[in-house]
């Protein structure tokens, strides 16, 4: 059984390939169960707007590629061009650096470590994490949280929701005056949500699908909230549109977006879709007065300022290779249980026939000092057989080699 990471990320296929290969949250358990059944020993997947991976310990990755292929809908070789396939001491320095945020469109950025753990409790909770991913996730995370304590590489913090300010500010003098509206409710809307809030806008709405998330993330910034069925009526009161939903399917159409641009008498719309699969169809973007920008692009615009970053980067690295050679030591080790396992059980059957025989001995009444010394004789020769025997029926250079082994097993140099 071997350990590998396969999947593609933001460096290897473009949005339009990531967001078709995005498993939902409400279908994990589901894929994860089924790559259980008939393809992995232990599965995790780890599925964000930036990367979809899965973390395998089996012994057929090219099925699982195939598999992955099939799933989401490609022709059989129709992904091959934009994945990754790791195996061994790759997937493990792989993950660590996932976790640390070197891996991270953001340098540094924290989201992805949650993202893990998430991906960890989905694994666990389906039953496909066993004890090799158990031990991968749990040192991903110390690992993290070393590189995030003892270096540079989190600090000044560049995220996709301030470099989404940065941008709205670039196309209003002020966001004093402006109106800002969330579509959804989780972690990134509320890093936005944040990151807004601090520049005092004029009014914040989130809107979502389940009303009461709306209320309770609105109720944090003081915002409005409303249910996403009232967008087609609501959208042109927004200056700032910033949406990141789980949705399969686009929220907001070209059509609905040119609706309200012609009730905002062409007054600019700043729009950022940062969800994997897009919240808003590209082709709003055609539209005049709409500057829309997806997940790629503010990549793009962010990775500009993480030069303060770079220099802790080979202190981080230092640290993963460090903890990666510990791991693989334990997988090697790990390896060698059922070995392990096997001579201590010869070594025990041995044991009880000498201790049979000595308790016969015992019972007619013989010495006790014979019966030890007969014990402790038979014990040795016992143990000693099967190596005396395999190094006398060696012959040439496996002889050597086995004689070499033997003496530092039983330390004779």
Avoid at 387 to 393: G, H
Wanted: aromatic share 6%.
């Amino acid at each position: 059984m071997s350990l590998y990471a396969l999947g593609l990320n933001h460096q290897t296929a473009p949005l339009a390939i990531r967001e078709r290969v995005v498993f939902h949250v409400e279908r994990l358990r589901e894929a994860l169960t089924e790559l259980r059944r008939n393809l992995a020993h232990e599965a995790a997947i780890l599925s964000t707007c930036n990367r979809t991976e899965l973390y395998v310990a089996g012994d057929e990755p090219a099925a699982i590629a195939q598999w992955l292929a099939r799933y989401h809908r490609f022709e059989p070789d129709g992904l091959r061009p934009y994945l990754y396939m790791l195996p061994s001491e790759q997937a493990v320095r792989h993950v660590f650096r996932v976790a640390s945020g070197l891996d991270s469109m953001v340098l540094g950025e924290p989201q992805i470590l949650g993202q893990l753990k998430d991906a960890a409790r989905a694994a666990e909770s389906a039953g496909t994490l066993g004890t090799l991913l158990h031990k991968l996730f749990q040192r991903s995370f110390a690992v993290a949280k070393e590189v995030r304590s003892t270096t540079q590489v989190g600090a000044a913090s560049v995220s996709m929701a301030a470099a989404a300010v940065r941008l709205a500010g670039r196309i209003f003098p002020s966001l004093k005056d402006q109106n800002v509206l969330f579509i959804g409710a989780g972690e990134m809307i509320e890093l936005c949500a944040t990151h807004f809030a601090a520049q005092g806008p004029a009014r914040m709405t989130v809107a979502n699908r389940t009303l009461d998330r709306a209320e309770k993330l609105a109720h944090r910034f003081g915002a409005r909230s409303m249910e996403l069925k009232s967008l087609p009526d609501q959208l042109h009161e927004y200056d700032i549109i910033i949406s990141c939903t789980a949705s399969s399917l686009p929220i907001l159409g070209k059509g609905l977006v040119e609706r309200a641009l012609r009730a905002r008498r062409r007054r600019p719309i700043f729009m950022v879709d940062l969800a994997v699969p897009r919240d808003i169809e590209p082709e709003a973007a055609e539209l005049d007065d709409v500057f829309l920008y997806s997940v790629d692009d503010l990549g793009q615009i962010v990775a500009a300022n993480i030069d303060s970053r770079r220099s802790a980067v080979a202190q981080a690295e230092a640290i993963i290779d460090s903890q990666v050679g510990q791991f693989m030591h334990w997988m090697q080790v790990r390896e060698s249980v059922p070995l392990i396992r096997a001579l201590r059980g010869r070594a025990d059957e041995a044991r009880r026939e000498e201790l049979d025989r000595a308790l016969r001995m015992l019972a007619r009444g013989e010495d006790p000092a014979k019966v030890l010394d007969t014990l402790s004789q038979g014990l040795v020769n016992k143990l000693m057989h099967a190596p005396m025997q395999a190094l006398n029926e060696a012959a040439g250079p496996d002889q050597k080699a086995l004689a070499e082994t033997l003496a530092r097993l039983f330390k004779l140099h």
